[in-house]
Nanobody
Framework: QVQLVESGGGLVQPGGSLTLSCGAS????????MGWYRQPPGKNRELVST????????HYGESVKERFIIYRDYHKNTVTLQMNSLKPEDTAVYYC?????????WGQGTQVTVSS
């Protein structure tokens, strides 16, 4: 089992920045990928960004490229999402994600609201 705990959500004005963090604990010896997904109001969950453990390969959703940056600390088993130039359409519940031993794990979600 892997436990994922997110922090850092909140309310931010358009054009602002916000940082999300997620820590993994438990049986984390085989984490292959960590990252973030989000679910906007009334929509399906979508990819934000992921980073592989091997080679640090990153993937970004089209709508966040050039604005969001993903980081991983392999010693602390954390993943961080730096979100810049935020837009109202970035409003969503953001979920931490981990692929460990072929099993997907999700955090409880943290709300990000972009509004003036």
């Amino acid at each position: 089992q892997v436990q994922l705990v997110e922090s850092g959500g909140g309310l931010v004005q358009p054009g602002g920045s916000l940082t999300l963090s997620c820590g993994a604990s438990g049986s984390i010896g085989s984490i292959a990928v960590m990252g973030w997904y989000r679910q906007p109001p009334g929509k399906n969950r979508e990819l934000v960004s992921t980073m592989s453990t091997s080679f640090g390969i990153t993937h970004y959703g089209e709508s966040v490229k050039e604005r969001f940056i993903i980081y991983r600390d392999y010693h602390k088993n954390t993943v961080t999402l730096q979100m810049n130039s935020l837009k109202p359409e970035d409003t969503a519940v953001y979920y931490c994600y981990a692929l460990n031993g072929g099993i997907e794990y999700w955090g409880q979600g943290t709300q990000v609201t972009v509004s003036s």
